[in-house]
């Protein structure tokens, strides 16, 4: 049998920022895919990485949003790329967007539809990184997704939930599809806020800000699963 294909976009130029050492990320990310026994390539965001998809299963769009202070521009071999990656998705090929890929692409409009939400500028934020907890969101326990992933140790009284603990950035007031479905939660001033959902075999996990968040052995599974949900066919 084939081994899977996943291709990591890992951010560079346009889509890079002074805040995520994605070179690391993405390097976690593709090792996660080759224990699975996948085939796994890191590509920087350029418009060639995307035009060249052929015989790939998965891409995990791992890329930001550039320089917050001067978006990118329109940009004709970008926008060939943006639909290059259009047609993969409708085609069948799985789409695993991290983290910062809620806000990279924002000179796609429909990047936001086809990953299932995303990062609104001046409305989404995060409080400063540390060890948190991110949940089930009620109903989802036996999803796909949570599948090896346990509640706390010695903290039954809190939540029976599938949690992840590491340390990580806690995505907040991000804009979701109508059609998405949240799969982990965090709570944040008593309120919960969505950090994941699903938008057909579209997942997009909110976590992942370094290489911290990967030393986390319920993280790397919960990336895992995600990479062989979104590759079912």
Not at 67 to 80: I, N, Y
Request: glycine letters at 10%; one cysteine or more; aromatic letters at 8%.
């Amino acid at each position: 049998m084939t081994a899977r294909r996943a291709v990591v976009v890992s951010g560079s130029g346009r889509y890079a920022d002074p805040w995520h050492p994605f070179g690391k990320t993405s390097a976690a990310l593709a090792e996660i895919a080759r224990e699975l026994g996948w085939e796994a390539e890191v590509r920087p965001s350029e418009p060639a990485s995307l035009l060249d998809l052929g015989g790939v299963d998965v891409v995990v769009v791992n890329s930001g949003g550039g320089d917050p202070d001067a978006p990118p521009a329109p940009d004709a071999a970008w926008a060939q790329a943006h639909a290059a990656l259009g047609r993969f998705v409708s085609a069948g090929g799985g789409l695993l967007g991290v983290h910062t890929a809620a806000n990279t692409f924002s000179d796609w409009p429909a990047w936001p539809s086809v990953l299932g939400g995303r990062w609104v500028r001046g409305e989404s934020w995060h409080p400063e990184r540390s060890l948190a907890t991110f949940e089930a969101v009620p109903g989802t326990a036996n999803h796909p997704l949570l599948a090896g992933i346990d509640p706390p140790v010695g903290l039954p009284a809190l939540t029976d939930t599938p949690c992840i603990t590491c340390f990580d950035e806690r995505y907040s007031r991000l804009t979701l599809a109508a059609a998405s479905e949240p799969v982990l939660r965090h709570e944040l001033g008593e309120a919960y806020e969505t950090c994941a959902w699903t938008l057909g075999r579209v997942v997009y996990d909110g976590l992942g800000h370094d290489a911290r968040s990967y030393e986390s052995a319920a993280r790397r599974r919960f990336v895992a699963n995600a990479l062989q949900f979104v590759a079912a066919r």
